[in-house]
Nanobody, 125 residues
Framework: QVQLVESGGRLVQAGGSLRLSCAAS????????MAWFRQAPGKEREFVAA????????NYADSLKDRFTISRDNAKNTVYLQINSLKPEDTAVYYC??????????????????WGQGTQVTVSS
């Protein structure tokens, strides 16, 4: 089992940048495929990005890949999401998630067993 705690969300002006962090408990962090999802008010949860267990492979939502970068540091049990050129439509709660089995970087939320509580990102115009 792993517990996930996101941080780094805040109010930021359009055009700015943010780095979100997700700290994981436990000693098996490197065995999890990790991902970020987001949910805007009144909208369904949306896949943002995923990263392989060794950090060498990534998968992004097509509409976001130019501005979002996912990375991980297995020594620190942390996964990151760098967001550049923020837009008001990026306003959402951002969640990290962990998938314990297999190497597929799923874009669906179902395969991810563990979820954090989320961190709020608000982008003002």
């Amino acid at each position: 089992q792993v517990q996930l705690v996101e941080s780094g969300g805040r109010l930021v002006q359009a055009g700015g940048s943010l780095r979100l962090s997700c700290a994981a408990s436990g000693r098996t962090f490197s065995s999890y495929t990790m991902a970020w999802f987001r949910q805007a008010p009144g909208k369904e949860r949306e896949f943002v990005a995923a990263i392989s267990r060794d950090g060498l492979a990534t998968n992004y939502a097509d509409s976001l890949k130019d501005r979002f970068t996912i990375s991980r540091d297995n020594a620190k049990n942390t996964v990151y999401l760098q967001i550049n050129s923020l837009k008001p439509e990026d306003t959402a709660v951002y969640y990290c998630a962990a998938k314990p089995f297999g190497s597929v970087m799923s874009t669906a939320g179902g395969p991810y067993r563990y979820w954090g509580q989320g961190t709020q990102v608000t982008v003002s115009s």
